[in-house]
Nanobody, 115 residues
Framework: QVQLVESGGGLVQPGGSLRLSCAASRIIFSIYSVGWYRQAPGKQREFVARITSGGSTNYADFVKGRFTISRDNAKNMVYLQMNSLKSEDTAVYYC?????????WGQGTQVTVSS
């Protein structure tokens, strides 16, 4: 069973930064595309960013220029560097991976942007 564990969330002031981590077990992360999504209270889960096995990235328009997705294959980790955070970035952030026809999600990490 693939397991994903997110970490790195917390409370940060507007304009601040956080780096989220997604750790994988029972899967060689490097050969799969990995995504970050988020879900704010009362809203549907939405796409944030994705990185392919080859390192190509794509982002939702609302995070372009502020967030950066990256991966460390040696550590089996994927990261989301979030800069210039805004109050509207407040949400639970999840990583996911499509493996053998199934989509796996982590438990999420809470990001709260507030002064």
């Amino acid at each position: 069973q693939v397991q994903l564990v997110e970490s790195g969330g917390g409370l940060v002031q507007p304009g601040g930064s956080l780096r989220l981590s997604c750790a994988a077990s029972r899967i060689i992360f490097s050969i799969y595309s990995v995504g970050w999504y988020r879900q704010a209270p009362g809203k549907q889960r939405e796409f944030v960013a994705r990185i392919t096995s080859g390192g190509s990235t794509n982002y939702a328009d609302f995070v372009k220029g502020r967030f950066t997705i990256s991966r460390d294959n040696a550590k089996n980790m994927v990261y989301l560097q979030m800069n210039s955070l805004k109050s509207e970035d407040t949400a639970v952030y999840y990583c996911n991976v499509l493996f053998n026809g199934n989509v796996y999600w982590g438990q999420g990490t809470q990001v709260t942007v507030s002064s």
